[in-house]
């Protein structure tokens, strides 16, 4: 997780919670990752062309002075940048509601309970973690020791050819 940086956005308008999901992730994963908060829907459209890898939604997520609601910003969001990923943060547990998100393009659904930050600190390191676990399905274990072993060994020669000269 050294090199790299997640840029998350947390879309809700409710300050509070948004606060704490942001001191929650920042305590966990420090400056490996960049938050931005949002508690106005049609503002977080506005910056998400600033390489956004996913967004924090609240389902029902509704501003006065916004036309802009969760579902709305979901299916934008999937429609114009499709590789950003979405999690629908809600504290409703209706299946139609979770069935709905997921069809419109969210690739998870957290309910708002006590351990809901839990479940989003596994997705958040799930998104780390991707790499290494696509070489492992891809190559298998073995394969996937011997190429990162290889690797190492390569580097310290070069390092030693370079200290040594």
Not at 45 to 65: G, P, Q, S
Not at 131 to 142: A, D, S, T, W
Request: charged share 25%.
């Amino acid at each position: 997780m050294a090199n790299q940086q997640l840029n998350v956005f947390i879309a809700d308008e409710d300050q509070i919670m948004t606060a704490a999901l942001r001191n929650d992730l920042k305590q966990q994963f420090g400056s490996n990752i960049n938050i931005t908060v949002y508690n106005d829907g049609k503002e977080c459209l506005e910056h998400m062309h600033e390489n956004v890898h996913m967004v924090i939604l609240a389902y029902d997520f509704k501003k006065k002075n916004s036309p802009v609601n969760g579902v709305d910003l979901l299916k934008f969001i999937k429609k114009k940048y499709p590789l950003t990923e979405v999690v629908m943060h809600s504290s409703n547990d209706d299946i139609r509601v979770i069935l709905t998100s997921i069809k419109k393009g969210a690739s998870s659904y957290v309910v708002k309970e006590a351990n809901s930050f839990s479940h989003i600190r596994s997705i958040i390191n799930r998104r780390f973690t991707e790499p290494i676990r696509r070489i492992i399905r891809e190559f298998g274990v073995k394969k996937f020791v011997v190429i990162f072993l290889t690797i190492f060994l390569v580097m310290g020669i070069v390092c030693w050819v370079l200290i040594s000269n």
